[in-house]
């Protein structure tokens, strides 16, 4: 799971999940504290990539390892490298929460299949480019916010 400020680390931390093979869960830190311990506990997370002020208020389910990106101690001394992963379309990038508006929220997943395939259609729909800006507003929480990063 990730849960962060918005900040070029956030960015980062996707990108990084992704390469590595793993899929995400992006969490608003702005939920309530119940609504996160949910959504950690139902998505089965093995780690929650933080900021130090975000870990000392989140809700972390007994067990669930987590990682500060903002502070080197933690992670100085692991591998450089980027991984060897072999991916497929039917691998999990991530997986998105519902509102919850008829009850509890619920996990929705995306693999990378269909999920590049989108990013390209879109990327060629609305002719974006690497030199293209985009006003990033709404929260990654919320699956129409991961298009507009994704496109090239």
Request: charged share 20%; glycine share 8%; proline share 7%.
């Amino acid at each position: 799971a990730i849960a962060m400020r918005r900040s070029a680390e956030i960015m980062v931390a996707f990108l990084a999940v992704l390469k590595a093979g793993g899929a995400y869960v992006p969490l608003d830190i702005a939920y309530p504290a119940e609504r996160l311990r949910y959504m950690l506990e139902d998505c089965g997370a093995a780690l929650v990539l933080t900021q130090r002020d975000v870990l000392e208020r989140l809700p972390l389910p007994a067990g669930l390892a987590s990682l500060a990106v903002d502070d080197p101690g933690e992670w100085q001394d692991r591998p450089e490298g980027a991984p060897e992963v072999d991916l497929a379309e039917e691998n999990l990038a991530y997986v998105i929460y519902t509102s919850g508006s008829t009850g509890l929220p619920k996990g929705v997943a995306v693999s990378h299949g269909p999920l590049v395939s989108h990013i390209r259609a879109t990327g060629e729909r609305y002719e974006t480019s690497p030199a293209d800006c985009e006003l990033h507003f709404m929260s990654f929480a919320f699956d129409g916010a991961h298009e507009g990063w994704m496109h090239p």
